[in-house]
């Protein structure tokens, strides 16, 4: 069986997301209005964290993260990510086009990123619904290159 390699920290937090997320039902896209409200707390931790990314600032990127979160991908997991996303993708340049879903107690922001090599990049930031604090509960890259 030729399954695709995924580094170890990568699987580790895609496991944290998915078993915090629970039996999971189907996703929805949040209502415009709505979709505004998430967007004026995830846009600022969305630039806070690629501006930590392109920094190899662990302490900036790493600043609105949950604890769980913080223990998953902790700064030796964020270098080894940060040099597999860098060598196949390069550095962070811009975003567009956010989706807000929601599935159950989670909403998801997922981006489409431009980086140094590659258009079409989903970033997706998953936080939990009624979180005032607005920590990031799950975060991941997905692109066919990283994927490579």
């Known amino acids: ?13 895609l496991l944290l997301v998915v078993s915090a997320c629970g039996c999971m039902d189907r996703e929805s896209v949040v209502p415009d209005e709505e979709a505004a409200q998430v967007l004026a707390y995830a846009d600022p931790v969305a630039d806070n964290l690629l501006a930590g990314f392109n920094e190899d600032n662990y302490t900036k990127y790493s600043r609105d993260f949950s604890g769980e979160m913080r223990q ?13 996303i860098i060598s196949r993708i390069g550095l962070y340049e811009s975003r567009r086009a956010p989706v807000v879903t929601q599935t159950n107690d989670y909403i998801a922001v ?33 692109s066919p290159k990283l994927r490579s």
Do not use: C
């Not at 069986?1 to 937090?13: R, T, V, W």
């Open 72 to 84: 998953a991908l902790d700064e030796a997991a964020f270098e080894q990510n940060r040099e597999h």
């Open 110 to 142: 997922t981006y489409k990123a431009k980086f140094e090599r590659e258009d079409g990049v989903d970033i997706r930031f998953v936080f939990k619904k009624d979180d005032e604090s607005h920590q990031l509960q799950g975060l991941w890259f997905n």
């Open 1 to 13: 069986m030729n399954l695709p390699k995924i580094p170890f920290p990568a699987a580790l937090l």
